[in-house]
């Protein structure tokens, strides 16, 4: 096979040291470099990633696609297939760093509410020493809990929180809770899996931030997004796929309805400036941009409110990319898993 060239050298490099990256954003580096148009060129698009790939397995790496959850957007990022933590986030955080992640982690997927996100405070009161790997013949669990576990302390967990949110393993949701983040979606598919994180009818991706079908009895779950689309044409039927129950109409789709045309592709944004700020904020530098999550949008601000209550307002100005802020539908507030 032919070697990589400085095309794909050039790829693999932004990712790796930029993070991932937005869709557009990956998508005008690769327009810049080609010439061609990833979303005309499909065919040529996939057979680089391909091709990158190859490479990449054998050192266990993987470039992959996700979806952020929480605002639906796509991003593309290389992964470290090596399943264990410590080669992932080693290199920055430390063994009871990684553990609290680990905590955290696991406290957002068993939200039985499917909001995908903790508090502050929550995230906070995770224990480390329930991190601590359990089995082996000793009974006392105590002695096996390493001191720096015991001693790690508030402060040492509300700076690892900040740190975990600016590397993007974890994110602040529009609700000013934290939630997953970026690096974590692309990350923890097989994780997922292997959890039994339950799956989205639609997409098969872990329904980690989705909506679930409004009968008691049944489990399905439905990403937000991919409820929009899934119902977007088919005004009136909208029946569960599990249980035939009708599914209640997302807030934001409901507005999405009154604000366009009736025949507007449904995955537009509604206001032209949003997706012009967002657009010229990915431009300005994509680190800060992917931060913040896009720039400010005075038409989501009212949702926003509505949604956030009064004590996230501060918080939702970090993460205003989100075209659907997650506003909790009634019957995802329910326990269920
Ligand atoms: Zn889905
Ligand atoms: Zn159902």
């Given at each position: 096979m032919a070697p990589l060239t400085w095309r794909h050298h050039t790829l693999i490099q932004a990712l790796l040291s930029r993070g991932p990256l937005m869709e557009e954003e990956f998508h005008e580096m690769f327009m810049g470099i080609s010439g061609k148009n990833p979303v005309n060129n499909k065919q040529l698009f996939n057979d680089v990633l391909l091709k990158i790939n190859k490479e990449l397995a054998y050192v266990q790496f993987e470039l992959r696609a996700c979806r952020n959850q929480y605002d639906g957007k796509?991003?593309?990022?290389?992964?470290?297939?090596?399943?264990?933590?410590?080669?992932?986030?080693?290199?920055?955080?430390?063994?009871?760093?990684?553990?609290?992640?680990?905590?955290?982690?696991?406290?957002?997927?068993?939200?039985?509410?499917?909001?995908?996100c903790v508090t502050n405070i929550e995230a906070l009161n995770i224990r480390l020493e329930n991190q601590v790997p359990a089995g082996q013949?000793?009974?006392?669990?105590?002695?096996?809990?390493?001191?720096?576990?015991?001693?790690?302390?508030?402060?040492?967990?509300?700076?690892?929180?900040?740190?975990?949110?600016?590397?993007?393993?974890?994110?602040?949701?529009?609700?000013?809770?934290?939630?997953?983040?970026?690096?974590?979606?692309?990350?923890?598919?097989?994780?997922?899996?292997?959890?039994?994180?339950?799956?989205?009818?639609?997409?098969?991706?872990?329904?980690?931030?989705?909506?679930?079908?409004?009968?008691?009895?049944?489990?399905?779950?439905?990403?937000?997004?991919?409820?929009?689309?899934?119902?977007?044409?088919?005004?009136?039927?909208r029946a569960c796929p599990g249980c035939g129950a009708e599914w209640p109409q997302l807030e934001c789709e409901e507005e999405e309805n009154d604000a366009n045309e009736p025949e507007e592709d449904p995955a537009a944004s509604p206001n032209p400036t949003t997706r012009r700020r967002l657009r010229s904020s990915v431009k300005a530098e994509a680190v800060e941009g992917s931060k913040s999550q896009g720039?400010?949008?005075?038409?989501?601000?009212?949702?926003?409110?509505?949604?956030?209550?009064?004590?996230?307002?501060?918080?939702?100005?970090q993460d205003t990319s989100s075209v659907?802020?997650?506003?909790p539908l009634r019957s995802s507030n329910r326990r269920k898993r």
């Open positions: 796509v991003y593309y990022g290389v992964i470290n297939n090596v399943a264990d933590e410590q080669s992932k986030l080693g290199t920055k955080y430390s063994v009871p760093q990684i553990a609290f992640y680990k905590g955290v982690i696991e406290a957002i997927i068993q939200d039985a509410g499917t909001e995908g013949s000793s009974q006392d669990s105590q002695s096996r809990i390493p001191p720096a576990f015991r001693n790690f302390t508030m402060s040492q967990k509300e700076k690892t929180l900040n740190d975990l949110i600016q590397d993007r393993w974890l994110s602040y949701t529009s609700s000013g809770k934290i939630g997953l983040g970026v690096r974590s979606f692309l990350d923890l598919r097989s994780w997922f899996r292997s959890n039994d994180v339950p799956s989205c009818n639609v997409c098969n991706e872990a329904g980690v931030k989705a909506s679930t079908c409004p009968n008691e009895g049944c489990n399905i779950r439905i990403h937000d997004y991919c409820l929009k689309q899934k119902f977007s044409r088919r005004k009136g039927s720039g400010a949008s005075t038409s989501l601000s009212k949702k926003r409110l509505r949604s956030c209550k009064n004590e996230a307002v501060e918080n939702a100005t659907c802020p997650s506003q």
